[in-house]
Structures are given as structure tokens and as C-alpha cells.
């Protein structure tokens, strides 16, 4: 649709602040470059957008584009870019403050630093570049008219007051208020420099901007339209290219252009939803790990919407750790439980399998009457009066016993001189299987175990124990057999059963690997409850140092604990 002449900004530079493709910017850009504009400089805070807008324009006109990143809220920042366009195409004709934006907030949450961080945008930020424009490009280019050329200055000081509000977002409507006198104000004063300045006050715009905006707002701010509809970025356009020309607005000035008579009786924002802070804390949170510039680009509506501010952080990450604690402790406590039941049944299978359901510490594991162990034991004589032992047991159970017990197995001898039917040499001998899972013990040995006497007996014996080893236990252990070995042949013998009771069983620590990721279980389970709660009751930030403090003072305690016991 044509509506503009053509050509009608044949020979401006014009320079449009904020301007990623599908903004309102970008739309008075696309107007302005179609109509011969002879230069169009952009800047916004991302360069990314400002690129590929660029390029789009300068795809779809012969108008020469040139983008710089800038944040308008920066005067040095805008000072540079507006040096820069000058140089690049030697002037600046028009300027449209576009750049801006705010965060929907209640009045009653909102905090001065938010309030301000508005403000500068949306009012410091445009005098920023009206001032730095009008300095660097409006007023030299004015002196160098001819004095026909220039013509008289309006002296007046009108105030006015602003006739819209802003409910939701007071920041976004003072700052606007502001750009209202602004507007009028520069209009007076700078119309000597033959510098018009007008303002135009959208109503609510698709646009890349309320893309970010929750849906319900929008679908409000349909309904309380006159049109009962939201406007478009070209409509804006429309009214921004119109006011830009000198031909076509040549005698405006001063004015605030409302493209929406709304009336304020129901607003975009609801003021009775409490859980609108609520649904922030979720997104919120995640935008803050990736900065409002991830949030930004995002295709999220929600996710921008509750983007940018450290104040969010303050309020929303302690709802969504306690929550990750709360899920955590959840997991904890199901992982404890199914531990536990895990850990019970096997230990009821053990105590059933292997001792008829009594199993305590100080029980005793081998059969007394076991007729099937085999235990085989050779003495031989190693010609120096000295016999030398060799044990072997093998036993059924062993391989019977269930997999999950952590046994020490252990070869116990001891030998009698039995010409004095006391006990002339009494040692232990032990080779523990060490952590080894039992079920792989099917054989004991005791090699070579030289025995200092001439006329021997010999007692072995086996063991199991649980980790817990609780030793040896002498006084149940009856002689198996004795042999008398004679002093130069090698004899052996093998002797089945009658292998006594000797081991305690310690506290059986069946499955410790269970064990031990039941007990993490239920202290995760404290932990992370505790920190849940911290995070509701204190805050994530407090409760963050809070747990230094103790990690801090334990270990101090620890360090004087380990000094003080090295002293
Ligand atoms: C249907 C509704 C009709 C809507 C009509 C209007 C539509 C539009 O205007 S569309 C344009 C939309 N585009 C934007 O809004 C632009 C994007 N916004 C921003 O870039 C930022 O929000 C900002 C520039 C306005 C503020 O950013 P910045 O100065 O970087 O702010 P900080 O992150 O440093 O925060 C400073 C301070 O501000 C408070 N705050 C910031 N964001 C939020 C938030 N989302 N919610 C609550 N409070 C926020 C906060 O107090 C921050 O201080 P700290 O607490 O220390 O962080
Ligand atoms: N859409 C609507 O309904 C209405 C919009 N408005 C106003 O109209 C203007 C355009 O709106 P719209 O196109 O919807 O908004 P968008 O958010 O789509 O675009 C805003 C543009 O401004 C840039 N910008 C924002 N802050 C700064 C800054 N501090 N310095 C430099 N560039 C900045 C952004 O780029 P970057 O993020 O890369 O900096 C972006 O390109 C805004 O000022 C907006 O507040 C007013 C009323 C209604």
C-alpha cells in the first residue's frame, strides 16, 4: 500500500534507535529507507539483531545502512555512535527515538532500582541521544543555513500535564511523562534551530517487544481497545514516518500523538493475581543464568517477561532451590526407603538361610554338626624336627553362602605336644580373605606353616567373620583330631565334619553397598530438607553463606581436633 509519496525521504539521514527486525523500528526503518532515505544509521544493545536488520533493509532499498551497538542509557556509549553516523554520512535529519522498554511490575513491588533502571531508558536514554544528536548534528547543520534559511524561535514555556496512565508498569509511565514534556519542552526550545520535536504514544503493538508479554495481558489489552484489537508495527510506522517528514508535518511540533484512546477501567495487567509473582519465580530463574540477553532472543514469551532483574533473583531463586531441595530430599527419602527394604530382605534371607532365622552378634555361622566340610590336613616333617603343616578345607557352604556377605575367612592351627597333653605351641594362623565376596571362597589354605615340635597334634579350624572381625574364639574350639606324625615319613589325613563353631559373628553388614547408599539416602534426606527449608525460611543467598560458615567453623574444629591431638 502506497501511502506515502514517493521519495519523501529522498536525501535525509535518518537515525532510529532499537531496531531488531519485527520491532517498531524496524518498521519506520523499512518506511523511511523505501522512501529514499539517503542514510539510515541503527544502534540498539545487541549487535546480532542490529545485523541482520541491516541487512534485510539494505536487501529490500538502495538506502545505505550503518549499525553500531549502543545502549542509549550511556551517554558516552551514544556520544560515540552519534559522532560515528555523522561521520559516515555527514549529517543526521531525522531522529526517532524508538529505543526502549520496561518490565511489567505492580507499583507496590516495585523497587527504586527498577523504577530508575526504567527511567534511564526510557527517559535519560532518550534525552541521552536527543541531546547528543541535537549537539553533534541538528544545531551545526542548523548554523550553517543561510540566515534566510533561518528562521525565528518560539521563546514559550508551556508545562503540561500528561493526560494517560500507566497502570503496572509506573516506571515505563513517568519515564513516557517525562519524554511527553520532553517533547513539548524541546519543541519550544529548540525551534529555533528549526528542530521539530514530536512524540507518539502507541497503545499496545505487535511487535518483537509484546511478543515477550504474557498472553492474558495482551488478550486484555484487545479487549479495553476501542477497536477492540492491537495495533501493528506498520501503523506506528505510518505515524512516525509522517511526523519525520518536513513536507508532510512540517507544522508539528511539540506533540504526543496517542495512537489508542484507551481508557484505563480494566488494564492489561491483573491486579487481583497474586500469583503472578509466583509464575515469575520459574522462569525468572532460569533466565537469570543466561543474562536478559539470552532472554532476549529467547522465543519465550514468559521467559522474557520475567527476565533482567537481580531483584527477581533475590525473590525467585529461593523458591526454586527450596523447591530442587524439596525434590531432592523426595528422591533421598525414596532412595533410603527402597534401601532399607532392600537391606531388610536380604538380611532376613541370611538369617534364615544360614541360621534359621536368629542371627545376632556373637552367633556363630558354621554348622557345629556339619557332616560335608572337608578339611584335610598334612603334617610332614621336615627332617630337622620340625613338622611343617599344610591345611585344606573345602567347604559346600561356602559356595552356598549368599554373595553379599563380606566375610574375612580365616585358617586357624594350633598345635599340642601331645607327650605333655598341654599345649606346647600355640599360634594362630590366619589368611583372611579380605573383602572378598564369600561366594567365591571355596578353599583355605595354611602352606608351610612350620611347626616346632617333634611329636605334634594339630588343631585347625576355620572362621568366617563378618567386616566387623571379633576374633578368635579359643574355648569353643575342640581338637578335631590328632595326628602323630612321625618323625621322618610324611603323613596326612583328612578329617570330614566335627569342624567347631570358631568365630563370632560380628555386627553382619550384609550388602554394604546397600548399606551405604541407604545411610547417604537418609542423610541427603536431612540435608537437602534442611536446605529447602533455609532457602524458604532465610533465602538462598543467607543460607549459601550460613553453609560456609558452618563448613568454615567444622573445619576449624577439625584442624584444632587433628593439632591438638598431634601435640
Ligand atoms: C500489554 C501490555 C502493554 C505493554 C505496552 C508496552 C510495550 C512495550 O514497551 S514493548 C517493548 C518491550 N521491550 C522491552 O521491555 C525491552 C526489554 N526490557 C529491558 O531491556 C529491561 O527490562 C530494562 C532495560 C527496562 C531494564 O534492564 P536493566 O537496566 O539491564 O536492568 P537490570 O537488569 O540491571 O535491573 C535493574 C533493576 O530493575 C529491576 N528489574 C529489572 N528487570 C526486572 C524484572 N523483569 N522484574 C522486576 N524487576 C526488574 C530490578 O530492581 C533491578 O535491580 P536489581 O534488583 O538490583 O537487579
Ligand atoms: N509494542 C508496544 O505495544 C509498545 C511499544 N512502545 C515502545 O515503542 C518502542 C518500540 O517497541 P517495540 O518495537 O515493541 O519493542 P522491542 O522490544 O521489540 O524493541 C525495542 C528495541 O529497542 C532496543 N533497546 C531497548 N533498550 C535499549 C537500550 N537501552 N539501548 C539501545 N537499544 C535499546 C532493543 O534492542 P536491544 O534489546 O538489542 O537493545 C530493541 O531493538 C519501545 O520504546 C517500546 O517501549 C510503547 C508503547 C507500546
Known sequence: MVLFKNQLYSGKVVLITGCAWGSIGAAVALQVCQLG???????GRREEPLK?????????SKTPVFYQSCDIRDPDAVESFVAAVVAKFGRIDVLFNNAGGQFPVMAENLNSKGFNAVIRNNLLGTWNMTSSVARLAFIPQFEKLTEAEKKGANEDDPTQSVPCCFPGMVHTGSARAGVDNMTKT???EWAKYQIKVNAVAPGTIVSTGTQRYPKEMLDKSRRVAPLQRLGTCEEVANICTFLGSDEAAGFITGQTFYMEARVWQETSLNFNRPSYKTEACVCVCVCGLNGPTECDRSDNPRLFFRSGGKQHHKMCMPKLFA????ALAGICVAGAIIGCVVLKKEIDSISRYDLNGTLAIGDYILDANSTTSNLTVTLRNNGNNNNIVNARYDSP??????KFIYVDMCFSGRVF????????????VTKPYNGTIIQ???????????????NPCVQIATCYSATTYFGFQESNTTAPSSFTVATNTTESTSIKGNIKNVCNVGILYTYPGIAIIAFACVAGAIIFLSFALACVLIGFIRMVMLGLLAVLLIGAAIAFAVLYHKI
Open 323 to 326: 523447591a530442587i531441595f524439596f
Open 52 to 60: 541482520d536488520a541491516a541487512l534485510r533493509l539494505e536487501n529490500q
Open 440 to 454: 567365591k571362597i571355596t578353599q583355605q589354605y595354611v602352606d608351610n606353616y612350620v611347626v616346632n615340635t617333634t
Open 186 to 188: 524541546l519543541a519550544v
Open 417 to 428: 605336644d601331645r607327650d605333655n597333653s598341654s599345649i606346647k605351641i600355640f599360634t594362630t
Open 37 to 43: 532515505a539517503a542514510g539510515l544509521a541503527i544502534c
Open 397 to 402: 557352604r561356602n559356595s552356598d553362602l549368599r
